[in-house]
Every structure is written in C-alpha cells, then in structure tokens.
C-alpha cells in the first residue's frame, strides 16, 4: 500500500491510498471486517489502452483537479484475470445479503460477466444493467455507442438487499406518478459545464450512483468503492446514510475522493 493512512469522517467516509488488492486484504486499514459490506460497486478501468486525463481548459468551469491514469491492463485475458484476483479477495468481506456491482463496457462486458459467473456462481446473477448516457460522438460505420453497462451479482439469492428504485413516468396515463426503474438506466453523462463536474475523467454522475447505492443496500450499510476516482460512490453512500468506505491508487483521485465524502458528511 502506498499509504496507509484512512481518514474518516465524522458520519462515514473511509479513504484510502493503495492498490484494491492490497487495501482489501488488510480490511482497509481495518475498518472493514469479515461479513461487513453490504455493497461493492467497481468503476474499474476499461482497459482502452489509452492515457485518461482530465478536458482541456478545466479551471474556467471551476473544475478542482487536473488528473490523468493510464487506462491499460494489457490483453483482455489479462484485464479480467487482474479483477478475478481482486474479487476473490473482496468475497470473505461481504455479508449475506450483499451485492457486487461491476461497472464496464463493450470491450469486456461479456467476459467479465462469464468471469463473474465463475467467482460468485450464475446462479447469483441479479441484473445486466443498461446505463444509457446519450452525449457523446457517433460513427459513420456503426450503430453509435451510447451506453455501460453495470453487472449485478449477489452472495444469496433468497437474501440479497433490494429497495426497487422509482423513476418519473413519461406516459399520459401516468403522467405525474413514478414507475419503477427498469434495466435501462436512462441518465444524461456529465456534459463540460455540468456543476458537479470536478475535472476527474470518467466522472459518474451522482444521479446514476444515487440510484444504484439506495437500490443495492440498506440504510446505515458499508458501500465500498475500490477504484474510487472522483469520489461520487462515496458521497452518494453518505448522503443516503450509509458508511462510505473507498480506495484508489492516485494520489490526487484519495484528496479529492476525501475531500467530497468529508464534505457530504458536514452536509
């Protein structure tokens, strides 16, 4: 671990600096024991092979970090065996009633679903969600790609937290109710100028987790995040009342992932 400091917040946000396979052996820094989480939700790299870094010009929208990780894992084989590892470890952390969410895209979804199959068992699958997100460019020699997606397994099917999540109704005959959510997750990405846009790339928008930390565990649980980056995992599980708890290799991703979940628990 680079750094074993945690730092917690007075209503629940655990930060740590270090690698997701070693802060979770060590209970990140202990605060987390056997059996404890009640979610784990991965933003884990999609391996594009590309240095992510954060848009030009930043500062002039108020953005607080100017941040860069190389997203690379080598083959796919050797991406999904690097998150085989790591889950592995995660699983004597979990409740009963957990859940794992792995947040991924075209390029490994279906081998790390099969992966997925493997560590925690098919029948402990819950839900391929769709994040459809709309912005960004579109190609000329194929359907354009306008969506994630959010893998659901539990540890026990007859015990797994679930609170369906409701979501405004866009039909006449329900206009002005709510219906719940379906496996389509339609919420717009960050656009440049977005208010909570903090300069972190590949930042999720606090709507999406929200939706996903109420949804996938009880008020009052540990949520983790492993690959923290921003942060928004964190404060949308202090927010709703939950202990916060993530790690992150980057320095500058444990200051501001720190600095937004100490915030949320002030209120």
């Given at each position: 671990m680079q750094s074993g400091e945690a730092e917690r917040g007075r209503a629940g946000a655990v930060v740590v600096r270090g690698d997701w396979?070693?802060?979770?052996?060590?209970?990140?820094?202990?605060?987390?024991?056997?059996?404890?989480?009640?979610?784990?939700?991965?933003?884990?790299?999609?391996?594009?092979?590309?240095?992510?870094?954060s848009p030009p010009g930043g500062k002039k929208v108020g953005r607080v970090v100017d941040a860069a990780y190389g997203d690379a894992l080598g083959s796919t084989g050797e991406f999904v065996a690097w998150l085989r590892e790591r889950l592995e470890a995660t699983k004597p952390l979990l409740k009963r009633s957990a859940n794992v969410l792995i947040h991924c895209d075209w390029r490994t979804s279906h081998r790390v679903r099969v992966m997925l199959d493997e560590v925690f068992g098919e029948d402990r699958f819950v839900n391929h969600l769709i994040w459809s997100y709309g912005?960004?460019?579109?190609?000329?020699?194929?359907?354009?790609?306008?969506?994630?997606?959010?893998?659901?397994?539990?540890?026990?099917?007859?015990?797994a937290y679930f609170e369906p999540p409701r979501v405004r109704a866009t039909s006449n005959r329900l206009k002005g109710r709510t219906k719940k959510a379906t496996d389509v997750l339609e919420i717009p990405s960050l656009n440049n100028m977005a208010k909570e846009r903090t300069g972190y790339p590949t930042q999720k928008p606090l709507e999406l987790l929200e939706m996903l930390v109420?949804?996938?565990?009880?008020?009052?649980?540990?949520?983790?995040?492993?690959?923290?980056?921003?942060?928004?995992?964190?404060?949308?599980?202090?927010?709703?009342?939950?202990?916060?708890?993530?790690?992150?290799?980057?320095?500058?991703?444990?200051?501001?992932?720190?600095?937004?979940?100490?915030?949320?628990?002030?209120?």
């Open positions: 396979l070693e802060v979770v052996r060590g209970g990140f820094d202990g605060v987390v024991g056997p059996a404890s989480v009640d979610m784990v939700y991965a933003d884990v790299p999609f391996n594009t092979g590309v240095v992510k870094k912005l960004g460019g579109s190609s000329p020699r194929r359907f354009a790609r306008k969506h994630d997606d959010v893998l659901v397994y539990c540890v026990e099917p007859g015990e109420v949804a996938c565990s009880p008020a009052g649980g540990v949520v983790v995040d492993p690959c923290c980056g921003s942060g928004t995992t964190l404060v949308a599980a202090v927010k709703h009342g939950r202990l916060a708890v993530g790690c992150d290799v980057s320095e500058k991703a444990v200051r501001l992932s720190r600095e937004r979940a100490l915030a949320a628990v002030r209120g």
